[in-house]
């Protein structure tokens, strides 16, 4: 999957107005049937059944039963639509920041209150459910691996999961560049994984060939190659190095948040 287009790339300040809830005009009369959160929901079910290609707003207007220039009316163009689209979808993973703690109370505690009250998550915790909700969203939307996002367009959904993150980690002892570049990092790393089991589904629906039949394809010469000697490390492979049962995501995560665990520990205990 190629990247095809890039958020932001049309009206930015009509995007964030959409966006924030104080750009769609009142009409007079009857509440309209068609409304700017009908548009996004159709775009992300036909985006999610057939690519973001497939997105227009004359096939829309086809989907809603709605004249083509009738959606003009609640979204200036395409370019503002993926916008919309983008934010709602990063929504679905964002998950509310934990309260802070209340200040103690000198009365004394309620035993039956004070069981039910569990603690937030720690800073690992949080990144191990950012980490899988972000491949969650990549399985579920495809489309979204197409849009470059290096640029993004700030709405409620975005910030909302910015912030869920920044409540898990801000006690992790490091500075606020440093708590971009863990998400940065993450993101970056749920991303990669993320394409390449998207491009193993689509190599199958694009070529019909299934990934038995690709390996049954290659075995007759790769045994011959593997029993020449040229290559022994890869020979005394076992069977299960390249079986689908190893987990290569969570090994991966949990590297990923050794080495962070290393630089939180020493700045906690400065």
């Keep these: 999957m190629t990247t095809t287009e890039s958020s932001g790339s049309g009206d930015v300040s009509r995007s964030m107005e959409l966006l924030w809830g104080t750009g769609e005009r009142a009409t007079r009369g009857p509440k309209p049937g068609l409304t700017l959160d009908r548009i996004v929901t159709a775009a992300i079910e036909l985006a999610d059944a057939e690519g973001l290609a497939a997105v227009s707003m004359r096939r829309l207007s086809t989907e809603l039963g709605a004249g ?3 959606l003009y009316r609640h979204v200036p163009g395409r370019a503002e639509l993926v916008d919309l689209m983008l934010d709602r979808v990063q929504g679905e993973g964002a998950h509310a920041p934990e309260p802070h703690a209340a200040e103690p109370d000198t009365a004394e505690p309620d035993t039956a209150d004070s069981a039910t009250v569990e603690p937030a998550p720690g ?11 972000e491949l969650a969203l990549y399985q579920a939307h495809p489309w979204l691996l197409s849009v470059n996002q290096t640029r993004p367009v700030l ?3 975005a910030v909302g999961g910015m912030e869920s993150m920044l409540a898990g980690i801000k006690d992790t002892g490091l500075s606020d560049p440093e708590l971009i570049s ?3 990092m993450v993101s970056g790393y749920v991303s990669g994984v993320a394409r390449t089991q998207v491009h193993a589904v689509e190599v199958q629906q694009v070529t019909g060939i299934s990934d038995d039949e690709f390996w049954r394809a290659q075995e007759p010469m790769l045994s011959t190659v593997m029993t020449s000697g040229r290559y022994p490390l890869m020979a005394a492979l076992s069977p299960e190095a390249f079986g689908p049962d190893f987990d290569h995501f969570e090994f991966g995560l949990q590297r990923l948040l050794d080495g962070l665990e290393v630089l939180v520990e020493q700045r906690t205990k400065r």
């Design 68 to 70: 083509t220039m009738s």
């Design 123 to 133: 800073w690992r915790k949080t990144v191990e459910r950012a980490a899988r909700d």
């Design 155 to 157: 709405g409620p959904g």
């Design 182 to 184: 863990v998400i940065i």
